[in-house]
């Protein structure tokens, strides 16, 4: 298991997701931040949109993805 912060997934504050993949915590960061805009947080709303925008234009987002990859590829297990 290793762990990324919602920070580190693009957003502002520094919960922690866990995941077995960088798909895991993408998915976890996903659903945190639809749940901090149902509970009207403004400040996780830019993250927000910005993923709404990924999966909308999945070959834009690309990138972002990949360095998201690597990220949690360079992580060390906990
Ligand atoms: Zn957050």
Redesign the pocket.
């Known amino acids: 298991m290793k762990t990324m912060t ?1 920070q580190q997934l693009g ?3 520094d ?1 922690a997701h866990r995941g077995e993949t960088h798909d895991d915590v993408i998915n976890a960061q996903d659903q ?1 931040l639809k749940a ?1 805009e149902k509970a009207g947080d403004a400040a ?1 709303q830019p993250a927000r949109d910005e993923m709404k925008k990924r999966w909308r234009r999945p070959r834009k987002a690309l990138g972002w993805y990949n360095d998201m990859k690597q990220t949690f590829a360079a992580l060390p297990e906990n």
């Open positions: 919602c957003g502002p504050c919960l945190h901090m996780h």
